[in-house]
């Protein structure tokens, strides 16, 4: 028999779009030859759907969206995750459909509640398994959370073939955990669906085979891996769903950031080798996910393309590049507002970066407006020293400028500050924070130069000199971001031992960096707290970014030792 593996871009909330998109899946799958198809985690409805889970007309919607789904598909049974209402409970649940009715449910048990989840806040955890047959052949379901355990590697036992396998279902954590998958092997099952709504991080791939294949190993079965596809508001979700035969070799590997049907054929219960994306570079990998990001968020909130404020620098440079890339250059704008301490070769590089990836290019000169500003203040700030004040001044004026802009056109401003420069305030509030969507909110500033040097392999559209030079805000003569912040390889490995590595000051010091770094680090950190609680939302690609899986306290008076 063929097992059809629906690699999903749902949207959440677009519950006819959704509908229509899994029954176009299945028509295909159907067409292809396909028994049985497999979606993702909450599939129906989209992941994460948050709060509109408490609300019990989004869950009614969910019902009766189920009930179309069942009875448009045909000749091939479908699991499909959903959201489910029984007995006064919620649960996320995945369905098995035949021939137009739910012949099985099977609700997730393991709710992961940290990093960016918060399932205890909406599902009551299911229990028991879900087991069904197809032609023979029969399957038990896990979701997510459900085979993802703390158990060790176990040994593989062999088992042998039957043409009566059995087949298990668990719901993304479920397969986290040894009880989940075992529950549905005892119950017969030889083969293990787990449908995924796993966001995305570096290295999440690798993770992935680890824990699945100890599954493998501890019961002996064939599983099933199909995870969810597309950006949701600060998350993507990477797809790269796969298969594992009994022994835990990897047999399907659908591609990473697309949406894909994978088809796999079972003889005895066991997959047959097939098809496998090549893997990507960290660099492709990332630069995948930042794509995805900004394609869906524009694209899903309906915005008709994008305004980048570009500077000659870097960071402003790689996310236009993204924008271009993830949109096409005729739904891009790029604009320089260059003032006077705005280098002739920052305005050179600026244009030559629109020309070279053939976007609409506006300049519009800030100091008329930067000299406005000041006479107008020029009572109040009379007999005081200049500081960042006129620096920030400047930002917000370029702000405003790409507000109005925005507002105008219904384009969306792309900001492109980048987590070294948000984890440190490095930023001005209503400058160049100001925007929709922040693209490098968690690539740190050495990741910045990467990808850059990365896309200008597939195509030179960043000047190499923009590369090149130092890194400077060019708010004031002859400045440099090292005058305000210490080395970025330092910074970006201290920030990442504090933020996302968890570590204390003292264990980051007892790594080797000075003392003076650190609590420098550390405390920009911290004081920049309500600066990053109002900057847009953007893109995650750590385990830990600035967004669902970051909540200090804005006032908060606790401090670190240093030892």
């Known amino acids: 028999m063929k097992i059809a593996i629906a690699q999903l871009n749902a949207t959440v909330g677009d519950l006819a779009g959704n509908v229509a998109r899994i029954a176009d899946f299945a028509e295909r799958a159907r067409r292809a030859g396909a028994d049985l198809m497999v979606t993702p985690e909450l599939a129906l409805c989209g992941y994460p759907p948050e709060d509109l889970l408490l609300r019990e007309d989004f869950l009614e ?19 499909v995750g959903h959201p489910r209402l029984a007995g006064g409970k919620r649960y996320n649940s995945a369905s098995v459909i035949q021939n137009g009715r739910v012949i099985g449910v099977y609700d997730k048990q393991r709710l992961p509640n940290y990093t960016v989840f918060d399932e205890e806040r909406y599902f009551e955890p299911g229990g028991g398994w879900c087991v069904f047959g197809v032609n023979g052949v029969s399957f038990g379901v896990n979701i997510c959370e459900d085979s993802w355990g703390a158990q060790g590697p176990a040994t593989a036992r062999r088992r042998s073939a039957r043409r009566d396998a059995r087949v298990g279902i668990n719901i993304c954590a479920d397969s986290w955990n040894a009880e989940a998958p075992r529950a ?27 824990v699945m294949r100890e599954r ?36 399907h590997q659908l591609p990473l950031f697309e949406e894909a049907l994978g088809l796999v054929s079972l003889t005895d219960g066991d997959p047959q080798p097939g098809g496998i994306a090549a893997p990507l570079s960290l660099e492709a990998e990332v630069y995948g996910a930042l794509l995805t990001g900004v394609r869906d968020y524009i694209d899903k909130n309906g915005f008709p393309g994008a305004l980048i ?34 280098a002739d070769m920052s305005v050179e590089d600026a244009r030559a970066e629109a020309e070279a990836l053939k976007v609409r290019y506006l ?24 500081d960042t004040t006129e620096e920030n001044l400047q930002s917000r004026i370029r702000g405003t ?36 969507f922040a693209v490098l909110k ?32 060019e708010l004031r003569p002859n400045q440099t971001d090292q005058d305000s912040l210490p080395p970025y390889p330092v910074l970006d490995a201290i920030m990442e031992a504090y933020v996302e590595n968890d570590l204390n000051p003292g264990e980051i010091i007892a790594q080797g960096f000075a003392p003076a770094d650190v609590e420098r680090v550390v405390r920009l950190v911290r004081a920049s707290e309500y600066k990053r609680r109002q900057a847009p939302v953007g893109i995650r690609i750590t385990p830990r ?13 606790f401090r670190h030792r240093f030892e």
Request: aromatic share 8%; proline share 4%.
């Open 309 to 342: 404020g570009i500077s000659g620098g870097i960071d402003s440079a790689l996310t236009l590049a993204v924008a271009v890339d993830a949109l096409g250059a005729e739904r891009v704008r790029a604009v320089m507002m260059p003032s006077q301490y705005t």
């Open 61 to 79: 919607a969910c019902e009766r969206a189920l009930g179309d789904l069942a009875a448009r598909v045909r000749d091939v049974t479908l699991v």
């Open 442 to 473: 968690d690539i740190n500033k050495m990741m910045v130069y990467r990808l850059a040097r990365y896309r200008n392999s597939l195509t030179p559209v960043i000047p190499p000199r923009v590369i090149e030079r130092a890194p400077s805000a």
């Open 184 to 210: 549905a092997r005892e119950a017969g099952a030889n083969v293990l669906l787990v449908l995924n709504a796993s966001p995305y991080h570096v290295s999440k791939q690798g993770v992935r085979y680890d």
């Open 401 to 436: 400028l790409l507000m109005a802009l925005s507002n105008k056109t219904g384009a969306l401003v792309l900001t492109t500050g980048n987590k070294s420069e948000m984890g440190t305030g490095y930023a001005t509030l209503y400058g160049d924070m100001a925007g929709g």
């Open 216 to 251: 493998v190993a501890e019961t002996g079965m064939a599983l099933v891996y199909v995870n969810l596809v597309g950006g949701q508001d600060e998350l993507v979700f990477d797809g790269g769903s796969f298969v594992l035969n009994r022994e835990g070799a990897l047999t």
């Open 363 to 386: 300049s519009i000169s800030i100091k008329p407006i930067f000299d406005a500003f000041l006479r107008a203040l020029a009572g109040e700030f009379k007999g005081l020293a200049t």
């Open 545 to 557: 970014g600035f967004g669902k899986d970051w909540r200090f306290p804005i006032t908060n008076k």
